[in-house]
């Protein structure tokens, strides 16, 4: 099973003013405290995150500026300013030009699309994405990597193989691979371990060992050539590959354009991200039926409406309704959350997130990775602009959602950029991990330069790689999202995608908790 690492818990500040929807301290009325309001250009550094603009070129910045806002220190910093670099050191460049890290790093590619090959003998398939490691025997490590190929097989030229009895849909491109790692970190073997879906973008661990593969794809059969309703999660089983024979949708979880899911271990709630717009997706919480107990192959048993699908609904602390996540412009925002029932998970007729009027459910542009700890759900909302949100724009917002609370507490917040090729400017965080050694490491899925981003444990920010396989022209760069960040059960080694053109890379080095000196 995945190690899930441990951060300190989220103390209970002093509770803060109410005020207009978005307000800092804000609390709904499922209850819990507040945080007053942090100062410029710090956030909070509750849960475990906390988060400052940090060195080697993130500038912190004031809301709509370029930066980060968090909790914790003060970055002394102006924007524009160059600082010395905390973390890790400056990222040094590749001269195979793939992966920019710190001295002392490195790196392994194990999987490369079109170029490596699975135990069949067919290429790596294409558009690395979610990930998740498991121990696996004699001190390996079982990968379990998602290939966010969408639409007919005849789209793509390194698709997922067909393989025999792995099948759900012979039409669909996407689907899952099993990378199995020596101790040492050196690729022994590759293999898939489901074939025939759509899209398959993050997903999830489960406390039981296995991968929850999600189809953020909701076509219909009879829609570009699939054979077979889409928009399901799947499991998958890295440890016996019979398991994953006869792929079967987990329907109880609803129909829509899924991206992550994670399991709450106490209560066996679960929750799913959605990434969609027009209108913009939803956070939702599976509950299981009475008597249901979690375990290696017991959701393919579950029937089509088993347990209750639901949205989430956000109040801030005068118990206002909050529309959607955009209008939180201060990290240390807590909204108090209830939950709605969805009518029709299946989305029969119209999709899920279509089924509820303006004021019944709360939405977020691009709710993308999630990840648990801390007894909560870390949640990342990639951005929001001026078209397609009601809210202040920003490029990014990381969220914690406590379950016993009931409250959703934000804890870190990308500005709007200027210049995406600018140093400094992160945007689009999209799949995120807890670090053995404290914080968050965020895989950045955003304009110009894309970096793996630390956010540690005593307030502060920083790169620890960057993607140098530049996909553009040398007048017009361009540089592929980073995706499936995850530590093996260890520690020892952090495992990362570039989506395009498929590369999936093993990072060692002297990885350590960072303190201030």
Request: aromatic fraction near 8%; charged fraction near 25%.
């Amino acid at each position: 099973m995945p190690t899930t690492p441990t951060m300190p818990k989220d103390p209970t500040g002093p509770t803060g003013p109410a005020g207009p929807p978005g307000d800092a301290g804000a609390t709904g009325p499922a209850g819990g405290a507040g945080r007053g309001r942090p100062s410029r250009r710090t956030v909070v550094a509750g849960a475990g995150i906390a988060v400052t603009g940090a060195a080697a070129g993130i500038l912190a910045g004031t809301s709509g500026a370029s930066g980060v806002q968090g909790g914790g220190g003060r970055d002394r910093g102006e924007p524009g300013e160059e600082r010395r670099a905390r973390g890790y050191g400056p990222l040094l460049p590749d001269p195979d030009g793939v992966l920019a890290l710190p001295a002392g790093f490195s790196y392994r590619v194990l999987t490369h699309c079109g170029v490596t090959r699975l135990e069949s003998g067919e290429h790596t398939p294409a558009k690395h994405d979610g990930t998740a490691a498991f121990d696996g025997p004699r001190g390996r490590t079982l990968l379990v990597n998602n290939h966010e190929l969408k639409g007919p097989r005849s789209d793509w030229e390194f698709p997922v193989p067909l393989a025999e009895g792995l099948v759900y849909d012979p039409a669909a491109a996407g689907g899952c691979t099993v990378v199995e790692v020596s101790r040492d970190g050196e690729k022994l073997a590759e293999w898939v371990g489901l074939a025939g879906t759509s899209t398959n973008c993050a997903g999830g661990a489960t406390p039981w060992g296995t991968w929850l593969t999600c189809e953020e794809n909701s076509d219909r059969a009879g829609e570009r050539g699939m054979t077979r309703d889409h928009g399901y999660v799947f499991e998958v089983d890295p440890h016996d590959r019979r398991a994953n024979r006869d792929p079967q949708p987990i329907k109880a979880l609803g129909r829509f354009d899924h991206e992550a899911v994670v399991v709450d271990p106490a209560r066996g709630h679960m929750y799913l991200t959605e990434d969609d717009s027009d209108p913009n997706g939803l956070l939702f919480r599976w509950v299981p039926p009475k008597g249901f107990r979690h375990g290696r192959g017991r959701l393919r048993t579950l029937a089509d409406d088993a347990g209750t699908l639901q949205a989430f609904r956000c109040f801030d602390s005068g118990g206002r309704f909050v529309d959607d996540l955009s209008r939180a412009v201060r990290p240390g925002t807590v909204y108090g959350v209830d939950w709605v029932d969805v009518p029709d998970r299946d989305a029969r007729e119209v999709p899920v997130r279509r089924q509820f009027t303006g004021s019944e459910v709360t939405r977020a542009r691009k709710l993308e990775g999630m990840w648990w700890a801390d007894g909560g759900a870390y949640v990342v909302a990639s951005y929001a602009r001026d078209d397609d949100s009601p809210g202040q724009p920003h490029d990014g917002q990381v969220w914690f959602y406590d379950p016993r609370r009931r409250t959703l507490t934000l804890k870190l917040r990308f500005g709007a950029h200027r210049d995406p090729l600018a140093p400094g400017s992160p945007d689009g965080p999209d799949n995120i991990t807890v670090s053995p050694y404290g914080g968050v490491i965020i895989a950045e899925d955003g304009e110009g330069f894309q970096h793996l981003m630390a956010a540690d444990d005593r307030g502060r920010v920083f790169p620890v790689a960057r993607n140098e396989v530049n996909i553009g022209t040398e007048e017009e760069p361009e540089y592929s999202e980073f995706a499936g960040v995850c530590f093996s059960g260890d520690g020892r080694t952090l495992f990362a995608g570039i989506q395009d053109p498929g590369i999936l890379l093993a990072i060692t080095g002297p990885w350590e908790r960072h303190r201030e000196r």
